[in-house]
């Protein structure tokens, strides 16, 4: 789907959604809280002042909470978790700042086998990140330690469905583990990379030790209080104002539904 077509669709879902809670207020109904975890890449150097504004407007909008929060949620409130894949370097100048600033805790999930390199994996076609370099271990342990989750993204990246059961495991175990050597801190949750998973996966996955894993599906976040497998949607640093606007709002949760119908067709 095309961007303009995810933002008419989104806008349309986001009335039904609008109307839909209107009714259950009107009828004394308990409205739901609204909880959207997005995922982040990169942060350009001309993409940090829209950032700024994105954050802007989560200050303004919700309320920002870890991924690893636990608990219940308040009803009929926004609630938002800001997590960034691969950990790279441009972080540190372009988003980190702005996140201190609103002293928003954020997440990087970070691939064990990566610092201090460039990415090595299969992009489609020439993508943004293939030439940025991603943080090295000195650089991790600099962030700011009363915001940061450190989470896990594998060991090198590469597809957890590609993998047999002996190097699933290795991906799965290896890369916690050496996480928390080098950071000397727990690591708890892990976003699988590409957002390609399955039920095996995700049974190894709390094996290993993980306590919630995150997808790439654009499903509402923490929509129940034990939740472990968590949706996100796609942000990025050149959001359009209105596109971001939907997004704070569960707007574009609406479209998991169409790329289940998708996944379907296409089996």
């Known amino acids: 789907m095309t961007r303009i077509i995810k933002l008419i669709f ?6 039904w959604l609008k109307i839909k809670r209107f009714f259950a207020r009107l009828f004394g109904l308990k409205l739901s809280p609204i909880c959207v975890a997005f995922y982040y890449h990169s942060i350009f150097d001309n993409e940090k002042n829209n950032f700024a504004k994105q954050m802007k407007l ?4 919700s309320n920002v909470i870890p991924s690893d929060y636990s608990g219940k949620l308040e009803s009929n409130k926004l609630y938002s978790i800001i997590t960034f894949d691969d950990g790279f ?4 100048k372009n988003a980190v700042p702005v996140l201190e600033e609103n002293q928003f805790p954020f997440t990087i999930f970070f691939i064990s086998d990566y610092f201090g390199k460039k990415p090595e994996w299969n992009f489609e076609g020439e993508h943004p990140d293939m030439n940025e370099k991603i ?5 991790m342990n600099s962030l700011p330690q009363n915001l940061i989750t450190i989470g896990s993204h594998s060991v090198s990246h590469n597809m957890l469905t590609s993998h047999l059961e002996d190097d699933l495991v290795y991906e799965l175990e290896e890369s916690k583990s050496k996480l ?3 950071s000397g801190r727990k690591v708890e949750t892990i976003a699988f990379p590409n957002g390609e998973y399955n039920n ?3 049974q190894k996955s709390f094996a290993a030790g993980y306590k919630r894993v995150f997808t790439i599906e654009p499903k509402l976040a923490l929509q129940s209080e034990n939740e472990k497998i968590t949706g996100r949607v796609w942000a990025n640093g050149n959001d359009w104002y209105p596109e971001f606007w ?5 707007a574009y949760s609406g479209l998991a539904k ?3 119908l998708k996944r379907k067709i296409l089996k």
Do not use: C, D, P, R
Request: cysteine-free; overall charge positive.
């Open 10 to 15: 989104s806008a349309l879902y986001f009335i």
């Open 58 to 61: 989560l200050k303004k909008k």
């Open 89 to 92: 370097e441009n972080l540190i």
């Open 135 to 139: 943080m090295t271990v000195k650089q």
């Open 180 to 182: 928390e050597k080098l």
């Open 200 to 202: 095996f996966i995700v």
């Open 246 to 250: 939907l997004k704070v709002h569960g």
């Open 258 to 260: 169409i790329f289940e």
